[in-house]
């Protein structure tokens, strides 16, 4: 199991959710770092079972089906462990865990993509 599989407590945590405009959101932790998430990026990594094969675990959404203008239209909190957004382009479906969007922040940091 990777280490940020394994990660509980602060680093899933979060201590402020705001949306930033209609096209991101940022996120700070309770351990500290703050993550930015762009809305095309996150629409993109829509983990649910329109966006993903739920049997092989294979993206079947395409990146370039997802505008570069999409926006988010609501944000809703998931009992204690997750995000659900609706999109402009009217998707909603997704059910983003904190640990995803954890690691979401932890994959865009690691490809030198700074916050």
Known sequence: MSDAMERRGPAVEPREIMQEGEAALRITW?????????????????????????????????????????????????????????????HETGIYSFRYLRELCEQQEASGREE
């Open 30 to 90: 309770a351990d500290g770092r703050i993550c930015l998430y762009e809305a095309p990026a996150l629409r993109r990594a829509c983990p649910c079972a329109q966006c993903v094969n739920e049997w092989t675990g294979q993206r079947v959404l395409k990146p370039e089906a997802v505008s570069d203008e999409i926006q988010i239209a609501d944000i809703a909190i998931v009992g204690r462990y997750a995000l659900n957004f609706v999109w402009s382009d009217r």
